[in-house]
């Protein structure tokens, strides 16, 4: 086999292979050996059928297979002689002429091929003990701690039924029928629904027109959908509404006690606390982490400068591009509406992509250094997970990643890089410092980089640490009001 190089450019590569005819029938041959003595052919005892006649008979289909073995496993072999690491699967280019395939499977001429691909660049580890990153703390006081149970326990909040006019704060159960231009529309009607005025759950003018109503009113209101409200047949639209208003009901006092605890499920007060105090602890966590996150990685991109392979760029930038585009359309934006052009937004996530890529062959390097491993356990960890997220398609999402290829790689890339941070945290300068809760869960600046005035969602998109349809009436399961949907997006 002879390995000829026909491009060394940058990171691309391309090799010529040839492997003779007569080593492919050779290779040939030796196949036909070991099947002369299990073949059965008529007129011949077993393991008495001539090469000759087992060749006429087979050579063709062993030689297919065997051009399917080269192609499939020589490129492996071929870069690891020559200490290579491909950034892509290699791409394997054969002849498409019929007649000189028939000849190569015949044995009649040489078996040639070509073999592109982009190496990854060699990555010289550098010192990183001058990195310094801020630690952002928050403590937390038993004042949030309890406004945050007091938020969860206004899902256990009892109400009762009162005599006199609506507050805010009471719960109105009615019945009600939208109308556009005088027209019901889908979505648009409910029978005891329930609201507590003041809630926000329906949209903007909604509760407010209810407030003062009694038990037995009727009354029609009229709204006006918000311009970006999720369904385009509403969005912007003036509706009216026809309200049956058949029972008001007060709250009753909401007390952190014992009795709150057990309403919720738990056997004490202090054991309420304890648990709202460790998921706000968790929510400030993730927060500080994603931040002392950043900031390694800011310092990283500075000290690793190189070319990257333009096949993992392109397919970094087509994910980001794609979803970009997916959350412009979402909000009914264009790139003018961002104050940007399309052109200008593709150089500037172009820049994120390389950014994304390079920092990743980076943390790979430095894990595969330090002896970074991703345990079964953690994996298995994960994949449950993934189940968790999807109730009644467990089965569905196991066969995706036991017949997947690249599936598993999927779940073990984060969980990679999370350790590589780790590891990281313990070589690099880290100081503690105490900030307030809005200081913390403030947007960093640096969010809004590399790319400035980049649609809608952007954040989401560019993350370098890593890759709600309404219904349309105010209903009590789902309430489209602007704030909600500006939570959503945040997320």
Same mark, same amino acid.
């Given at each position: 086999?002879?390995?000829?190089?026909?491009?060394?450019?940058?990171?691309?590569?391309? $090799?010529? =292979?040839?492997?003779?005819?007569? !080593?492919?029938?050779?290779?040939?041959?030796?196949?036909?050996?070991?099947?002369?003595?299990?073949?059965?052919?008529?007129?011949?005892?077993?393991?008495? =059928?001539?090469?000759?006649?087992?060749?006429?008979?087979?050579?063709?289909?062993?030689?297919?297979?065997?051009?399917? !073995? #080269?192609?499939?496993?020589?490129?492996?072999?071929?870069?690891?002689?020559?200490?290579?690491?491909?950034?892509?699967?290699?791409?394997?280019?054969?002849?498409?002429?019929?007649?000189?395939?028939?000849?190569?499977?015949?044995?009649?001429?040489?078996?040639?091929?070509?073999?592109?691909?982009?190496?990854?660049?060699? #990555?010289?580890?550098? &010192?990183?003990?001058?990195?310094?990153?801020?630690?952002?703390?928050?403590?937390?006081?038993?004042?949030?701690?309890?406004?945050?149970?007091?938020?969860?326990?206004?899902?256990?909040?009892?109400?009762?039924?009162?005599?006199?006019?609506?507050?805010?704060?009471?719960?109105?159960?009615?019945?009600?029928?939208?109308? =556009?231009?005088?027209?019901?529309?889908?979505?648009?009607?409910?029978? &005891?629904?329930?609201?507590?005025?003041?809630?926000?759950?329906?949209?903007?003018?909604?509760?407010?027109?209810?407030?003062?109503?009694?038990?037995?009113?009727?009354?029609?209101?009229?709204?006006?959908?918000?311009?970006?409200?999720?369904?385009?047949?509403?969005?912007?639209?003036?509706?009216?509404?026809? #309200?049956?208003?058949?029972?008001?009901?007060?709250?009753?006092? $909401?007390?952190?006690?014992?009795?709150?605890?057990?309403?919720?499920?738990?056997?004490?007060?202090?054991?309420?606390?304890?648990?709202?105090?460790?998921? #706000?602890?968790?929510?400030?966590?993730?927060?500080?982490?994603?931040?002392?996150?950043?900031?390694?990685?800011?310092?990283?991109?500075?000290?690793?400068?190189?070319?990257?392979?333009?096949?993992?760029?392109?397919?970094?930038?087509?994910?980001?591009?794609?979803?970009?585009?997916?959350? $412009?359309?979402?909000?009914?934006?264009?790139?003018?509406?961002?104050?940007?052009?399309?052109?200008?937004?593709?150089?500037?996530?172009?820049?994120?992509?390389?950014?994304?890529?390079?920092?990743?062959?980076?943390?790979?390097?430095?894990?595969?250094?330090?002896?970074?491993?991703?345990?079964?356990?953690?994996?298995?960890?994960?994949?449950?997970?993934?189940?968790?997220?999807?109730?009644?398609?467990?089965?569905?999402?196991?066969?995706?990643?036991?017949?997947?290829?690249?599936?598993?790689?999927?779940?073990?890339?984060?969980?990679?890089? !999370?350790?590589? =941070?780790?590891?990281?945290?313990?070589?690099?300068?880290?100081?503690?410092?105490?900030?307030?809760?809005?200081?913390?869960?403030?947007?960093?600046?640096?969010?809004?980089?590399?790319?400035?005035?980049?649609?809608?969602?952007?954040?989401?998109?560019?993350?370098?640490?890593?890759?709600?349809?309404?219904?349309?009436?105010?209903?009590?399961?789902?309430?489209?009001?602007?704030?909600?949907?500006?939570?959503?997006?945040? !997320?």
């Amino acid at each position: 086999m002879q390995v000829i190089e026909t491009l060394a450019q940058g990171l691309k590569r391309e $090799l010529k =292979v040839v492997i003779p005819a007569d !080593e492919m029938e050779a290779r040939m041959n030796e196949r036909l050996a070991e099947v002369k003595d299990r073949v059965r052919i008529n007129g011949f005892r077993p393991g008495k =059928v001539p090469v000759a006649h087992l060749k006429k008979v087979y050579g063709k289909s062993i030689m297919a297979d065997l051009v399917n !073995e #080269i192609v499939r496993e020589k490129p492996t072999e071929i870069l690891t002689s020559r200490g290579e690491k491909s950034a892509t699967q290699p791409e394997v280019a054969m002849t498409e002429d019929e007649a000189e395939a028939n000849k190569i499977l015949a044995a009649e001429a040489d078996f040639e091929f070509t073999v592109a691909y982009e190496i990854i660049p060699a #990555i010289e580890l550098k &010192d990183v003990s001058g990195i310094k990153v801020t630690r952002e703390v928050v403590d937390i006081s038993d004042e949030e701690v309890n406004e945050q149970i007091l938020r969860i326990a206004e899902s256990a909040r009892t109400y009762e039924s009162k005599k006199g006019k609506a507050e805010n704060g009471d719960r109105v159960t009615i019945d009600y029928l939208g109308k =556009v231009d005088g027209v019901a529309f889908d979505g648009g009607k409910d029978e &005891d629904a329930e609201l507590v005025l003041g809630s926000n759950r329906f949209i903007p003018g909604f509760e407010e027109q209810l407030v003062g109503a009694k038990a037995g009113d009727e009354k029609t209101i009229t709204v006006t959908f918000p311009a970006d409200y999720p369904a385009a047949n509403l969005a912007g639209k003036e509706a009216t509404f026809d #309200i049956t208003v058949k029972d008001v009901a007060a709250a009753a006092p $909401l007390e952190i006690n014992d009795e709150l605890a057990t309403k919720l499920g738990l056997e004490s007060v202090d054991k309420l606390k304890e648990i709202v105090r460790g998921q #706000i602890e968790s929510q400030y966590g993730s927060v500080t982490r994603q931040k002392v996150k950043r900031q390694l990685l800011d310092q990283l991109d500075e000290l690793y400068q190189f070319e990257t392979p333009e096949r993992l760029v392109n397919a970094e930038f087509e994910n980001i591009w794609r979803q970009v585009n997916t959350d $412009l359309d979402q909000a009914g934006k264009t790139f003018a509406d961002e104050d940007t052009t399309e052109e200008d937004a593709r150089a500037e996530y172009r820049k994120l992509a390389e950014r994304r890529v390079r920092l990743g062959l980076v943390l790979s390097e430095i894990g595969e250094k330090a002896g970074v491993q991703v345990s079964d356990d953690e994996m298995q960890r994960s994949l449950f997970e993934q189940l968790r997220q999807f109730p009644g398609q467990e089965k569905q999402i196991l066969d995706y990643f036991r017949n997947t290829p690249g599936a598993a790689a999927s779940l073990r890339a984060p969980l990679f890089e !999370e350790k590589v =941070v780790d590891h990281l945290l313990t070589e690099v300068s880290v100081t503690d410092k105490k900030v307030s809760k809005d200081a913390l869960m403030a947007e960093d600046e640096a969010d809004d980089k590399p790319a400035k005035k980049a649609p809608a969602k952007k954040k989401t998109a560019a993350k370098a640490e890593t890759a709600e349809g309404e219904e349309a009436a105010p209903t009590k399961k789902k309430a489209p009001t602007k704030k909600k949907a500006a939570d959503e997006s945040a !997320e």
